[in-house]
């Protein structure tokens, strides 16, 4: 079953941190099989609950693989990058596909 990282950008910190961040994991989250299925490029309203800055989702071949990106040796450095540039939830799930 495919799995899924989603997450909700509560609060920015330090947008140009926050872009070096992009910039890295972006890469490594394609080597890791996942792709973008929602970003804040496009519309989306908070309707309930908390308000936040955006929301992303990635996919990926496997909960296993999503798994494995959020605790590789390459995602650590960026994911070191993001926490100070951002207030950020995150959650990987599997997915019921």
Known sequence: MAGYAIVTIQGI???????LYRE???PIIKQFGG???VTSRGNQ?????KQGVCV?????PSYEQA???YNSPEYSEAKDTRID???????L???LD
Do not use: M, P, R
């Open 85 to 91: 540039a951002a207030e950020v939830q995150f959650i």
């Open 56 to 60: 992303i989702v990635y996919k990926f």
């Open 24 to 26: 890295a994991a972006v």
């Open 45 to 49: 309203q908070f309707v309930e609950g």
């Open 35 to 37: 792709e973008a299925l």
């Open 93 to 95: 799930a599997e997915g």
């Open 67 to 69: 798994v494995n990106w």
């Open 13 to 19: 910190n330090d947008i140009e941190k926050l872009q």
